[in-house]
């Protein structure tokens, strides 16, 4: 919540209201940094001293490794991804409000939480989405985020996956539940990449989330997500189609350049 609560008032205080894509965007970007212990800190001191130029080049590049390495999650990450990554992008005063909120989560702390393993016992987007979204706004939506207290009991009471088993959350969110469904299963020494996880949820900006948190969760590999409504909507159809999609093209694009690497090799090379 400390960070979370720095993200927001920097956020509303350099910017204003609207584009709360682009703070979470930043916490996402950040959240994919993992340095060795004795490192943390020199990381931290040297995004610090970025200019919101070079963080800005930070950003894109962390976002672009996201896409090479899951691109089964780019299309449900896409509303993070595009701030950086499309015709869309940022314009001068929004990357100078980015580097701000960068550099309040990282005064706050946050490489110490998502730097770590301790990234896996926490909901560090539910809690910004919280934040971010003032009572009324939620309220209107329909959206209250579980408290990693409740996910944890209401995890234990439906049952701790089997390794290898299909886990369907109709109304995900940011993904409290599978979080705790994932660390129920360490503690039983049962891998949750072996798990199908299946999540949905209305909120596109929150399952965006949910596919960051599948990363730092380490949900694995067989991870589906989806956003409308899991109670009535057919989703599961499209959203295999949706991260088929992307997939195929990552596909295509390393047969392609394979294809140009042979063809430019020296003869008799």
Not at 36 to 53: I, W
Not at 202 to 229: S, T
Request: with cysteine.
């Amino acid at each position: 919540m400390k960070i979370a609560e720095a993200v927001d008032e920097t956020w509303h205080r350099v910017h204003g209201s609207g584009r709360l894509e682009v703070p979470v965007s930043v916490v996402g970007a950040l959240a994919f940094l993992a340095p060795p212990d004795d490192e943390r800190d020199d990381v931290v001191s040297y995004l610090l001293s970025l200019s919101a130029g070079d963080f800005s080049d930070f950003a894109r590049m962390q976002w672009a490794i996201f896409v090479k390495a899951r691109p089964d999650l780019v299309n449900r990450a896409w509303p993070l991804i595009s701030l950086w990554h499309s015709e869309w992008s940022l314009d001068d005063q929004a990357v100078s409000a980015a580097k701000s909120v960068a550099d309040a989560a990282l005064r706050a702390g946050q490489l110490h939480l998502t730097g770590t393993d301790r990234r896996r016992e926490t909901d560090l987007f539910g809690a910004l989405l919280e934040v971010l979204r003032s009572r009324t706004a939620k309220s209107a939506r329909g959206q209250f985020y579980t408290p990693a207290c409740v996910a944890e009991v209401m995890a234990r009471m439906v049952g701790v996956p089997s390794e290898g088993e299909r886990v369907l959350e109709p109304t995900a969110g940011t993904g409290a539940l599978l979080r705790a469904a994932a660390e129920a299963m360490r503690e039983l020494d049962r891998d949750p990449s072996t798990v199908e996880w299946w999540a949905v949820d209305v909120d596109g900006l929150a399952v965006a989330c949910l596919a960051v948190n599948a990363v730092l969760w380490g949900l694995g590999n067989k991870v589906v997500l989806g956003v409308g409504n899991g109670l009535t909507d057919e989703w599961m159809p499209r959203a295999l189609a949706e991260r088929r999609e992307p997939m195929e093209l990552a596909r295509a694009i390393r047969c392609m350049a394979d294809l140009i690497r042979i063809t430019e090799r020296p003869a008799g090379g």
